[in-house]
């Protein structure tokens, strides 16, 4: 670390001004924060399994979109020790879900500037009556990071929001009986004095709720597909499992990179441990599931993630289907290839002959609300939109348009509104008609009305 190039108060040309405690997102207002956008988070973290503590140092390095007295960072975690701020001592305050933080000089707009938070303690899990647990999740041996959509504050102080995706270095340092995990590629580990630190890099932008870490026993398994590193980890209680997963994930890959482009980052694989959670979580390159061994579709769909939502993530959370219609529509097209009684057409038959109130059809999936983005209409309905684009525009254009969203904003964000314009101009076709039923319109939408 050392002092960041145009940082410093001399770099200031005009009125400064604190940073936004948030950016305003209508569902969740209060995450994120404005003023800067972060580029690195590099996180040294030392877990000691009695009394489950956590002793970690963030390093955060980030621009000024602004002149800056004071900037906010989510954190929801446990006891901060030391702020600063391009080497200098900061003074910074608790308020609530944010870490405010007040450099010994006001920052100039466009300096680099680089905060180290350190902190100590246990991180809390949180909970979410649609989510259940989620944060910082402990396990029988350690511990599993879970953080969709607002989690990633219970451990890491953050610029927690997907509109701000940065790269990640990691170094976990646990007790050598214990491995640790992260996203991207591992380095060697380093044993010493009964230590063991991993280092993971992430060289892709990612946003904050796809970081994940998992520390405990597990096997291991490791391959590669073409260029990109297969590894997957899973508790010894599924050590059975562990061929057939690691070989669907790859099996995955591989069919998915015809259909979509080619793979967005170096690494994949797949984490599985312990704790009930539930749910599977498409944290970038390694998705974790929690609880349970994971069937085809779910791997499916947690690897169809990585190009919808991880490589082209999400600006506002109401644009939620973008990620999950377009991950169970991949399972919908992996039944299409390797189950020749079913089609896409087949299942999107079956929920269309259910009831307007259906669960499968309501909330709409365009708005479904801060409680329901979740729901199962944000799934199903959103794939059915999909569905019902296929059959206006035709597989060329349809599969094209698919293929072209994820290559053209390869580590970046996009909208509904952009998708629909990419649609448009692929196909020749005008769509507002055909959105508007299937994204917007309450109940289920009329033959012929699109």
Same mark, same amino acid.
């Given at each position: ?12 040309? @005009? ?10 997102? @209508?569902? /969740? ?18 877990? !000691?399994?009695? #009394? ?14 602004? $002149? ?10 446990? =006891? ?18 944010? *870490? ?36 910082? %999740? ?12 607002? @989690?990633?504050?219970? &451990? ?21 009986? *214990? ?14 004095? @009964? ?22 026993? /597990?096997?291991?398994? +490791? ?19 562990? =061929? ?6 790859? =099996?995955?890959? +591989? ?9 967005? /980052? ?42 919808? #939502? ?6 506002? &959370? ?13 399972? &919908?097209?992996?039944? $299409? ?6 089609? !896409? +057409?087949?299942?999107? %038959? ?11 059809? %309501? ?25 019902? *684009? ?9 599969? +094209?348009?698919?293929?072209? &969203? ?19 101009? !692929? ?6 008609? *055909? ?7 309450? #109940? ?7």
């Amino acid at each position: 670390m050392g002092l960041s190039q145009g940082a410093g108060a001399g770099a200031t040309g @005009g009125a400064a001004e604190p940073g936004d405690s948030g950016l305003g997102d @209508g569902y /969740f207002p209060t995450s994120g924060n404005g003023g800067y956008d972060v580029s690195n988070y590099e996180v040294d973290l030392k877990f !000691t399994p009695e #009394g489950h503590r956590v002793d970690a140092t963030v390093e955060i390095k980030a621009k000024a979109e602004r $002149e800056l007295t004071s900037f906010n960072l989510d954190y929801r975690g446990p =006891k901060i020790t030391g702020v600063t701020v391009d080497g200098r001592p900061a003074e910074h305050e608790r308020k609530g879900r944010e *870490l405010v933080v007040t450099p010994a000089a006001a920052i100039g707009k466009d300096a680099v500037f680089e905060t180290v938070v350190s902190y100590t303690g246990t991180p809390p899990t949180l909970t979410n009556p649609g989510l259940g647990s989620y944060g910082w %999740n402990k396990t029988k041996d350690g511990a599993l990071v879970t953080a969709q959509p607002d @989690g990633a504050a219970a &451990w890491l102080p953050s610029n927690d929001h997907p509109s701000d995706k940065a790269t990640f270095d990691f170094a976990i340092t646990v007790p050598s009986r *214990l491995r640790a995990y992260a996203n991207g590629e591992p380095d060697k580990p380093v044993t010493e004095d @009964g230590l063991t630190t991993y280092r993971w890099h992430e060289r892709s932008p990612m946003a904050t709720y796809l970081a994940t870490v998992a520390i405990g026993r /597990f096997v291991e398994r +490791r391959s590669r597909a073409g260029r990109i590193q297969v590894i997957t980890a899973v508790d010894p209680k599924y050590r059975k499992s562990l =061929k057939r997963v690691h070989d669907t994930t790859v =099996k995955a890959l +591989r069919w998915q990179q015809r259909l979509f482009g080619p793979y967005p /980052f170096s690494s994949s694989g797949a984490i599985v441990d312990d704790p009930q959670l539930g749910y599977a979580l498409e944290t970038q390159t390694r998705p974790v599931y929690g609880g349970f061994v994971p069937d085809e579709a779910f791997i499916v769909h947690e690897i169809a993630h990585q190009w919808f #939502g991880n490589s082209v993530s999400l600006r506002r &959370w109401e644009d939620i289907w973008l990620n999950e219609g377009f991950a169970t529509y991949a399972e &919908w097209l992996w039944k $299409e290839r390797h189950n020749r009684h079913e089609s !896409t +057409r087949k299942i999107f %038959n079956r929920y269309y002959r259910q009831s307007g109130s259906s669960p499968a059809l %309501n909330p709409v999936p365009g708005r479904p609300g801060r409680t329901e983005m979740f729901g199962f209409s944000v799934y199903i309905r959103g794939a059915m939109t999909l569905e019902a *684009l296929r059959r206006k525009v035709g597989d060329r254009a349809f599969f +094209r348009t698919l293929r072209l &969203w994820a290559t053209e904003n390869k580590d970046g964000h996009g909208d509904t509104e952009e998708f629909i314009a990419l649609a448009e101009k !692929t196909s020749g076709k005008q769509l507002d008609r *055909l959105f508007k039923v299937w994204l917007y319109q309450k #109940g289920k939408p009329a033959k012929g009305s699109w």
